[in-house]
């Protein structure tokens, strides 16, 4: 039997999990109450939908509670440094659903610049569930958009980190073909 994978791209509950908790995390942190991602989280794990949901879950849960700790002990307020954040505890989805509303406002090359950002969160999450395809097309571009416009986000310290990923991760698919 394949060990089970939570995979939002091939199964619509997993999407709507991981949609649902990270609308419920980015809420949290504008209302700076971790009660909102706790209940949602708390409504799933009551559901009994399976061991490899639950895992996933009370994987967020626990990434969201330590982001959050992060932020509040730092006092991080700045979007781009709770992005970075977000980096750090694999919290792509998330860092991308954070980073569109600014990408929305912004123009220019700062708009690009989020843009990369946006999209090398995107080749990661596509990376963990084998997307290679999609994973190679976002890191393509969040290379170009990073490389060429990267001193629009200034105080943003994972650039350089980011950019090393994007290589690794395009250079592993390289290997494979």
């Known amino acids: ?7 939002p791209f091939q199964s619509r509950l997993a999407r709507d999990i991981r949609n649902n908790l990270s609308k419920a995390f980015l809420q949290s942190l504008t209302q700076k109450d971790m009660s909102v991602f706790n209940r949602c989280g708390a409504d799933y794990l009551q559901q009994k939908l399976g061991l490899g949901y639950e895992r996933y879950v009370k994987d967020r849960l626990a990434k969201y509670e330590e982001a959050f700790a992060i932020m509040d002990k730092r006092d991080i307020k700045e979007v781009l440094a709770q992005s970075a954040i977000f980096w750090d505890l694999e919290l792509y989805f998330e860092m991308h659903e954070l980073l569109e509303l600014q990408w929305k406002e912004a123009e220019g090359d700062r708009r690009k610049a ?5 999209r090398a969160a995107g080749m ?3 990376a963990a569930n084998n997307n290679r395809k999609a994973a190679i097309s976002m890191g393509g571009k969040a290379l170009i958009d990073l490389a060429n416009y990267c001193g629009e986000l200034r105080g ?3 650039i350089e980190a980011i950019l090393a990923e994007i290589e690794q991760i395009l250079g592993t698919y390289q290997d494979t073909t």
Request: glycine share 6%.
């Open 124 to 126: 990661k999450i596509h």
């Open 114 to 118: 989020l843009q990369g950002l946006i």
């Open 156 to 158: 943003f310290d994972k």
């Open 1 to 7: 039997m394949k060990p089970f994978h939570f995979d």
